[in-house]
């Protein structure tokens, strides 16, 4: 039924219960995986000087890794044999995770409620309900 599924992460808790949420799927259909980061550099306004935009940038991608990296420990906890893609994209996240959705020709979404940088009711109105608004597929939130 689904063949390949998009799992954004943030590295929240509700982002790897999503993750956790979609090896299930996948391992039942087969499916592949691309897990994606979006690194919001709006985050990044209003800083002038360019070393510390640098180092922010950085402190960014490194909080990207960790994320992905926590998709693969999940993964490996399952005990799984599932195929997943690590993207890392910058921008706004919803419109990012729509994005891919076309370019990677997702059938699934399966994402957090709540971010690691939100409440949970922010999260979800901004991100999650987005993606939901507006995907051109099935998306599944998990709390």
Not at 21 to 29: G, M, S, T, V, Y
Not at 105 to 129: C, D, Q, Y
Request: with cysteine.
């Amino acid at each position: 039924m689904y063949k390949r599924i998009l799992v954004p992460t943030d590295g929240s808790k509700f982002a790897n219960e999503a993750a956790r949420e979609a090896i299930l799927i996948a391992d039942k259909f087969n499916a592949e995986i691309i897990a994606i980061y979006v690194i919001e550099e709006s985050r990044l306004e209003g800083i002038r000087k360019r070393d510390l935009i640098t180092k922010m940038k950085e402190l960014l991608t490194q909080e990207a890794r960790k994320a992905l990296k926590k998709v693969t420990k999940i993964l490996e906890e399952t005990e799984k044999d599932v195929k997943i893609t690590f993207k890392t994209r910058q921008g706004k996240p919803s419109d990012e995770i729509l994005k891919a959705i076309k370019k990677d020709k997702i059938e699934l979404v399966v994402m957090g409620t709540a971010g690691k940088h939100g409440l949970n009711r922010f999260w979800f109105g901004s991100v999650a309900e987005n993606v939901v608004r507006y995907a051109t597929c099935p998306v599944l939130v998990v709390h």
